[in-house]
């Protein structure tokens, strides 16, 4: 929420919404080749047969709109990252959540208003579809902004495989994978190029847009002898505050100041360095600590001292962060507990899941449900057994209370908001618990880093009807069921939107139920509905019980015969047989 605080604020937003613009894209998403990486030429998802596909720019009071068609050979979706969509939130995007995917050979078109400012992407939410490439900045700019720079520019982080995404979900999520190893990336890429650069002219002030569109990888970045002032994270302005490196988890996005020396006698290398704590492996292949020039003069191959502070170096606290909107945190209304675990389920596999239930799609998407069943969406029970849905009532200050389990940190985004992080720490967090909480003006963003063996506590307000998906943004773990439903205000969601028609269209193009509930019936019959992914039972069933007794009572048999056999005389049992013998 961005607030007019001057006098003379009406007459600005009066002149800025005069100035607004229609920001139209046509984009046939298709399959192309690229080698990013120079090692190995793929296939990709490309826009218009182009890959990258290109950024996306707007102002805020933009209208932006763009026309989809899919020439791909499978479905596909598109989430604009950070976006609020407020009374929009069937154009947020997320496969078989706010939307049926995009069918092979059908258009669609995603229409909002832009009411925000920042750094933000667009990416793929249907199955890994992102991670072959499918992803792009979105940047959104202020009419006047906070911080003055003379150049604005884009520098994306992103780690590359050189297999398929549905190769890597076919190997990570598979019974022969206990362990839920993920795969390993081929390559790290700053700016999808493994020869990119930037060129520095002295003097000036660069705003460099960080943006980590990773499907699993955290990168820590730096700039040898340059010091980086964060000024925003994920659209979120932020008191200008120096840092030597900053860390971005996968979908996190942070921007930094940084003033060009006036000195062209060197040049310098900036680094993105991979976090390896989360790969099992570390192939001798794999380049981690990855590197590009910044030029002050391209005629020599003079460059400064190499630091690479960030390698090895975890220290970045983005906690420490105040926003410049001040806005202090308030008790909750209502606290859900969200523990973050992964083990074998009944399937099988080994998933990603919050208080012991992994994530599965139901048949009908549920904003879907939500429009459809009446007075139903009032009870979480409608969307089905295994979508994890959390009814929020209007306006209530809720908090998560993030517990990890898991000996990982992993990245949370929440969709259709901006929450305070109010707490983060080592251990296990409960009431009983002795921590002081930050609530005079907490750092607000969209993403969070949830520690190993850690907690995180975040906090939002309500105040957006809808259905918005809570998810780790390691697309791997998302896959494996690693998220959350949170269904807020299904009754107001119901009075201020209507669902588009061409949302039901699209599902019935695509074999999809566009009505009903979970299991795509009516009322609370959820027979059908996808469900049965549990964690294997830790203990007996009754057909288990039954085994058991039964050994229990042959091994007693056995007992006693042998200790019967064993105190019997073997001559008294042999001259007895003799002697019966002789009678016959």
């Known amino acids: 929420m961005y607030l007019l605080k001057s006098f003379g604020a009406a007459s600005l937003l009066a002149a800025t ?10 984009w046939d998403i298709t399959y192309t080749n690229a080698n990013p990486d120079g090692l190995q030429e793929r296939r990709v998802i490309g826009v218009n047969g182009q890959w990258p596909p290109p950024p996306v720019e707007a102002t805020i009071n933009d209208t932006l709109v763009i ?34 995917p995009i069918p092979p050979g059908h258009d669609f078109t995603y229409e909002f208003n832009i009411t925000q400012h920042g750094t933000y992407w667009i990416h793929s939410h249907y199955m890994g579809q992102y991670m072959d490439g499918f992803r792009t900045p979105l940047i959104l700019h202020n009419t006047v902004e906070t911080y003055q720079y003379d150049y604005d520019r884009t520098v994306t982080l992103v780690d590359w495989y050189h297999a398929e995404s549905t190769e890597g979900l076919a190997t990570f999520l598979n019974e022969y994978n206990p362990t839920g190893a993920e795969p390993i990336p081929d390559s790290g890429l700053i700016m999808d190029n493994a020869n990119a650069s930037l060129t520095f002219t002295p ?15 955290t990168y820590h970045y730096s700039i040898d002898n ?42 310098y290398y900036m680094h993105a360095d991979m976090d390896t704590e989360m790969l099992d492996s570390l192939p001798d292949t794999l380049q981690y600590n990855i590197s590009i020039p910044i030029f002050y003069d391209q005629t020599h191959t003079n460059f400064g001292a190499i630091q690479n502070i960030a390698f090895n170096n975890t220290s970045f606290d983005d906690t420490i962060l105040q926003p410049v909107e001040v806005l202090a945190a308030v008790e909750p209304d209502v606290s859900i507990n969200l523990e973050i675990n992964f083990d074998v389920t009944t399937d099988g596999i080994n998933r990603g899941m919050f208080n012991d239930l992994p994530y599965l799609p139901p048949k009908v ?7 459809s069943e009446g007075q139903y969406p009032l009870s979480s029970e409608v969307y089905g057994p295994q979508t994890g849905v959390h009814i929020l009532k209007h306006l209530d200050m809720v908090q998560l209370v993030l517990n990890n389990k898991d000996g990982n940190d992993h990245p949370f985004h929440l969709h259709g908001h901006v929450f305070q992080v109010v707490g983060r720490g080592d251990g296990y967090y409960d009431n009983n618990s002795s921590i002081t909480l930050n609530t005079t003006n907490p750092m607000r963003r969209d993403t969070i880093r949830v520690p190993g063996e850690g907690y995180t506590i975040i906090r939002f ?19 494996s069921g690693l998220a959350v439903t949170l269904v807020e205000a299904p009754d107001v969601a119901q009075q201020r939107m209507t669902l588009p028609s061409s949302m039901s269209e699209m599902c019935t193009a695509g ?71 002789h009678m016959q």
């Open 67 to 100: 026309n989809v068609h899919n020439s791909l050979d499978v479905p596909t979706a598109v989430h604009s990252h950070g976006m609020f969509q407020n009374n929009t939130a069937y154009m947020d995007g997320p496969s078989m959540v706010t939307q049926c």
């Open 511 to 581: 074999g999809i139920p566009a009505t009903g509930n979970a299991a795509g019936k009516k009322g609370l019959d959820l027979s059908g509905a996808p469900s049965g992914v549990t964690l294997i039972y830790d203990g007996f069933t009754a057909r288990g019980k039954g085994a058991m007794a039964g050994c229990i009572i042959a091994a007693l048999l056995g007992i006693a015969t042998i200790v019967w056999f064993a105190h019997a005389d073997p001559q008294k049992e042999a001259r007895a047989i003799v002697e019966s013998k």
């Open 365 to 371: 998407p549920t904003l879907n449900t939500l429009f």
């Open 226 to 267: 340059h010091t980086l002032d964060v000024i925003e994270v994920d659209g979120v302005e932020v008191q200008r505050q120096p840092m030597d490196m900053v860390s971005l988890t996968a979908a996190q996005r942070v921007s930094v100041l940084v003033t060009a020396k006036n000195d062209t006698s060197m040049n």
């Open 461 to 479: 307000r309500a105040d957006n009807p809808g259905v918005w998906f809570f998810h780790c943004h390691i697309e791997w773990h998302l896959e």
């Open 17 to 26: 919404v005069a100035n607004a613009a229609q920001v139209v894209l046509n």
């Open 203 to 217: 003097g000036k002030t660069y705003r460099l847009r960080l943006i980590n569109m990773s499907g699993f990888v």
